[in-house]
Nanobody, 124 residues
């Protein structure tokens, strides 16, 4: 049974940094695309960043470009999201997800595996 578990969320001041981790278990995600999404109450889940496990190629949503960096550690089967220069509008529950198509996919409906989410709160 594939399982994704996020960690690293918390409360940080504007301009601060956090690193989220997504530990994958239960199967190999080699050949998958791993994504980070976020959601605030009353809004749809939105794409943040993705990385193709095989090639390492990445894509970012415009609001986070230049501030967030997604990476992976093959040996640890873990994906990271380094978030710098955080803003109050980055406050959300952040979810890790995986899709088996190994493509550049920003729609959450493409992703078949999801973690439980981790709260990120940026105070002003």
């Amino acid at each position: 049974q594939a399982h994704l578990r996020e960690s690293g969320g918390g409360l940080v001041q504007t301009g601060g940094s956090l690193r989220l981790s997504c530990a994958a278990s239960g199967r190999s995600f080699s050949g998958y695309t791993m994504g980070w999404f976020r959601q605030t109450p009353g809004k749809e889940r939105e794409f943040v960043a993705l990385i193709r496990w095989s090639s390492g190629s990445t894509r970012y949503a415009d609001p986070v470009k230049g501030r967030f960096t997604i990476s992976r550690d093959n040996a640890k089967n873990t994906v990271y999201l380094q978030m710098n220069s955080l803003k109050p509008e980055d406050t959300a529950v952040y979810y890790c997800a995986a899709n088996s198509w190994d493509t550049i996919a920003t729609m959450p409906t493409i992703y078949g595996y999801w973690g439980q989410g981790t709260q990120v709160t940026v105070s002003s």
